[in-house]
């Protein structure tokens, strides 16, 4: 009896597909590392945004929410009805609010307004979300879990857009 392995076609075919996937697999996180914001970048990016008016964040915050795959309607400058953004993905409704701060924290204030205009238009809680370049004070946090509200800070809008390919970075800095 022979007991030398033999290699069949069908082994052959397996161990090529194996190794252009794993190819592959290596190209796209070896990319991904180098395609990452540098410590350098993040902080020009954050200067940035902490220079821009009101209402250039809000628009930088529609292109955001837009490379992120959501459908997006900048309300007007004033009289936004308690609303900066309104987002539509996959069905749902959900309202922003854009805090664009240097030297102020969010307060619970704000979070409750967004509440307020969110049951007005009987739309959940929990399709809220509150972004800034600034902080959250205590009282902001507790309500916002409270009451299922998401909060993006600067460095978590850093994340989101490390997270995109270099194009995408480029289309929304």
């Keep these: 009896m022979n007991t030398t392995p033999v290699l069949t076609l069908t082994g052959i075919g397996i161990i090529l597909i194996t190794c252009t996937l794993f190819r592959k697999l290596t190209s796209v996180i070896f990319k991904r590392k180098n395609d990452s914001l540098s410590h350098k970048e993040s902080l020009k990016i954050k200067n940035k945004l902490k220079s821009m008016t ?34 539509r993905k996959l069905n749902k409704v959900y309202y922003v609010e854009c805090k664009c701060y240097t030297n102020t924290q969010v307060s619970r204030p704000i979070a409750q307004k967004l509440v307020g205009a969110l049951v007005g238009d009987k739309i959940p809680a929990k399709n809220g979300i509150i972004i800034t370049t600034s902080a959250y004070s205590k009282g902001c946090i507790e309500y916002s879990k409270s009451v299922g509200l998401k909060l993006i800070d600067l460095n978590e809008t850093i994340n989101i857009i490390s997270s995109f390919d270099s194009k995408k970075r480029k289309q929304l800095i």
């Excluded at 992120?68 to 609303?83: A, Q, R």
């Design 54 to 87: 009101p209402r250039q964040y809000e628009i930088f915050c529609s292109n955001l929410f837009a490379l992120m795959g959501y459908k997006v309607l900048i309300t007007k400058e004033s009289n936004d009805g308690g609303k900066d953004i309104v987002l």
